[in-house]
Structure formats: structure tokens, C-alpha cells
């Protein structure tokens, strides 16, 4: 909602105050079409050439999640949490053996199948599942156990993080893309030096189109863009950093309910429920 109201006041105080001014858009919107070709044609290029499929792929559906916001909301941290202490009690009151069927199977779990939003997540389930079996292996060191789960939220946190990465790289770039666009048309106006001054006049206010175009893309669209979307991956990998602090905190020996409300202090402060909503939320979890 923000992103839209925005994206008008961008272009309604813009191109208002060049009205306003006595600026004419006459000029703009014959060079914006050629200028744009230039300018957008050359980003997109460089774009294809600096990152893989996958980076591409993520940045399209970044412009999406811009919109969207995180995908996690309060509720999913609920479920999540109220996962974790379903596992981690049984873990302590029933044993390792226990749980082997729930972690090998995830998809078939009485506890997983609970939580269908979670288990769309396939890093989260595999995250939980690969950490509990190391458990289950009696690795019950939590200082090693903590490194492994860190250096693996590193990993996924680096490669969602390269989709804003490769629009700011994209954002940068459009100012001298822009100057690219302003030189080629300084050029033509040169080719044309002998036209009158008004016809010379003209041919450089297109040349400088270019310039305008580069930079405001940069700076009013692209590059805010891009901070968006690594605000929204920074946000989300909250989510990830919550199942780090349970099970660790279950190695260390803690109850359950104290391991998930260590995990709630990880929760972002727009979506974390209350002390009191977490209680009532563990206790509507249904039974295994």
C-alpha cells in the first residue's frame, strides 16, 4: 500500500513542480520512448550478464514481495513456535526414539502436517529436521550444534540477499547509463550544428531526457526497490534465527515452554505475539 502512494507521490510531485515551473512535457515525452530504449535496454543487459537464472528469477518476484511484505506474519510465528515446543517435549519427554519418525518423514508427521504454512517452507523443515538429527546422533554439544546452524543460516541468508544485491548493483548503474543515453544525443545534436537555435535547443533538452531518466529511475524507483526487498529478506530471516534459539535452548537443558520464549525475544517487534498470546496459542496446540 505504502509502495503505491509512493510511487504517485514520485511522479505527482515530480513532474508537477516541472509543470508548475512552466515546464513543458512536450519535450520529455517525445524523448522519453528512444531515451528509455537506450537507458533501460543497456541496464537490462548488464543486468542478464552480472547474475545467474536463479538471481534473475528472485529479483522478478522481489518487485512482488515489495508490495506483499514478508511472508511471515503473526500467526506463522505462532505455529512455528508452537512447533518447536511440540517437538522439543517430545524430545525430552519420550525420548530421541520418538521423534526419529517425525524428522525422517516430515511430511508424513502427525506433528508437522499441524502447521501447513511451515511445511511449504522447505529450508525451515529441512533446517529443523537436519539439527534435531543431529541431535538424535548424540551431538549434544550446543556451542557445535550453534556453529552448524549459523554457518547454514549464513549460507541461505547470503543467496536470498543477492536479489537486492543485483537491483542496487542494477540502481547504481542507471545514472551513467543515463549520461550514456545524454552523450549519444549531444552527439546527434553536434552532427547537426548548423540547424537554427531553436531546432539545436530542442535536440539537447531530448539529450538531457536521458540524464533525468537515469537518475530518477535510480534514486525514485530501482534503488528504493532494492532496500525494500533486503529489509523484507532481513525480516524473514528472523524466522530462521527463531528455530536456532529454541533448539539451542533445549540443548542447554531448558523446559519446553522456557526454549520457545527464548525464541519469541528473536521475533520481529510488528509481528510478536505477547507472553500471554504465546501461552494461549500452546495451549490450543493440538495433541500429538
Known sequence: MFQIIGIVLLFGLVFGSFLMSGGKM??????????LMAILGA?????????????????????GKCFA?????????????S?????????????VIALESHIE????????????????????????CDTLRMMTMNLEDPHQIEDAMEKQLEKHHHEAAMAPH??????????????????LGIIKTMGAITEPPAVLGEMIGSALVGTFLGVFLAYGLVGPFAARLNAIVDEEAAFYKIIQSVLVAHLHGNAAQIS?????????????????????ALAAAPAD
Open 26 to 35: 512536450d519535450v520529455i515525452l517525445h524523448a522519453a520512448p528512444h531515451e
Open 43 to 63: 541496464g537490462v543487459a548488464a543486468f542478464l550478464m552480472a547474475n545467474s537464472i536463479g538471481v534473475i528469477k528472485s529479483s522478478l518476484g522481489g518487485f
Open 69 to 81: 511484505g514478508p511472508k511471515w506474519k503473526k500467526q506463522d510465528y505462532k505455529d512455528l513456535l
Open 83 to 95: 512447533l518447536l515446543f511440540q517437538l522439543t517435549k517430545t524430545m525430552k519427554s519420550k525420548g
Open 105 to 128: 518423514k516430515p511430511g508424513e508427521s502427525s506433528i508437522f502436517q499441524k502447521y501447513p504454512k511451515v511445511m511449504k517452507d522447505h529450508f525451515a523443515i529441512d533446517f529443523i
Open 166 to 183: 543485483a537491483l542496487q548493483n542494477l540502481a547504481d548503474g542507471l545514472p551513467a547509463l543515463g549520461i550514456v543515453a545524454a552523450v
Open 260 to 280: 520457545v520464549e527464548i525464541g519469541r525475544g528473536d521475533i520481529p517487534s510488528a509481528a510478536q505475539p505477547s507472553f500471554a498470546e504465546m501461552e494461549e
